[in-house]
């Protein structure tokens, strides 16, 4: 009868001090991949953190120059408003010195007062004038513009049908912005 069991050979006893190496080797690499691994991560993150931080600096930043430009154009707005008068009401000051001039003659007549009136109404149309604000008052048998006009009744008449016969009331355009209607009667078709 022979002996089964397996007897040591020298490659057997050589082997396990390689192996064990080996392995220890194997976790000294796999540490070392970890903590390289770790950190790059690590340098990846604060890179980030960097970039996250910046961009969040650029943010306020614009943030910042937005409401800046926002408040600029506000404040910019409410001055046009608060001045924009200020030219209209300079050029009606000649037409109240005329009217106030007109009226501090005691024994002015009939034909004095109509030129006076008439003088200041030119100075008054004069300062509309220029200040954008143009008269609306068509032709007899001028187009019916709905744009322009308010028609306040329709009347026989020879002109064509829907053209102006009268104007009752004149409108007024301010810088080509309808300000009033003009009021007109119009032909009735026939």
Known sequence: MSDTTPQPTSADHSATPAAAVDGQNIQETLANYES??????????????????????????????????????????????????????????PVIDSLEAGLAIKDAKLEQIREGAQATLRQLLAALERNKVIAINPEAGSKFDPHQHQAISVVPSEHEANSVVTVLQKGYLISERILRPALVTVSAPK
């Open 36 to 93: 390289e691994v770790l950190a790059k991560c690590q340098a990846d993150l604060a890179e980030l953190q960097a970039k996250s931080a910046e961009l969040a600096d650029q943010y306020l930043r614009a943030k910042a120059d937005v409401e800046n430009a926002r408040r600029r154009a506000e404040d910019e707005v409410a001055k046009s408003r608060k001045f924009a008068l200020e030219g209209f009401a300079d050029s009606l000051l």
